[in-house]
């Protein structure tokens, strides 16, 4: 499968690292086509790799990981191209972090809306899938770091969307998967972070995570 991956951080570099090793093409977009970070990760990671702008990466693509900051998540799908985007589906596992007054950080998304949200307005075009922003990148991709099932939850409006993450999310290792309903409900999923932040302070480790157990 080819799969674009927005970002070039820890948690792009991170998914992007595993779904090679799963034996998939994966272009990894930045703000240049020339991005130092994108290329040593290309490098590195062979043949199946490629870098280029978020366009780039977005026109090559099945599917597509919105791994950057909450913050500009908007402003880098417009630089990807609403036309590149159109009815792909997008894997958004950002969240809405405000760090203006510094740690730990707020979330600019009141209860009443979502970052998700704002990405299938913004994008009606595309087939938005909110899931994976309640674990630490390492968990995203490897959830045997934490011992027994737990749980991921994903929302979006569109079934076949989250019917094909879904089977992506299960190749990472995932089997207790939650489908919260439409995209609404990433209300709730973003909600997590400010006890999951806390939680990490206390634990000192972002090897956790949370079941529901029924």
């Given amino acids: 499968m080819r799969i674009g991956i927005f970002g070039t951080g820890m948690v792009g570099e991170t998914i992007a690292s595993k779904?090679?090793?799963l034996g998939h093409d994966v272009s990894m977009g930045s703000r240049t086509a020339n991005n130092e970070k994108a290329a040593a990760w290309a490098n590195k990671a062979g043949a199946r790799a490629l870098h280029g702008t978020f366009a780039d990466a977005a026109a090559s693509a099945e599917i597509l990981f919105n791994c950057t900051h909450g913050e500009a998540a908007l402003e880098v799908l417009g630089a990807a191209g609403a036309a590149n985007l159109h009815g792909k589906v997008l894997v958004d596992v950002s969240n809405p972090l405000d760090f203006s007054k510094g740690a730990p950080p707020t979330l600019f998304v009141g209860n009443d809306d979502s970052l998700g949200e704002r990405i299938q307005r913004a994008f009606p075009g595309v087939?938005?899938?909110k899931t994976l922003n309640t674990v630490n990148c390492l968990v995203m991709v490897d959830p045997a770091r934490v011992p027994g099932e737990h749980t991921m939850f994903l929302c979006?409006?569109?079934a076949a969307a989250k019917s094909a993450v879904s089977e992506l999310l299960k190749t990472f290792g995932w089997r207790d998967l939650i489908d919260l309903g439409d995209i609404t409900n990433a209300r709730a999923t973003e909600a997590l972070l400010p006890i999951w932040i806390r939680l990490?302070?206390?634990l000192k480790t972002g090897d956790f995570?949370?079941?529901?157990v029924r």
């Avoid at 995570?209 to 529901?212: E, F, G, R, T, W």
């Fill in 19 to 21: 779904l090679i090793a």
């Fill in 127 to 129: 087939r938005v899938v």
């Fill in 156 to 158: 979006g409006n569109d």
């Fill in 200 to 202: 990490w302070g206390v």
């Fill in 209 to 212: 995570n949370l079941k529901v």
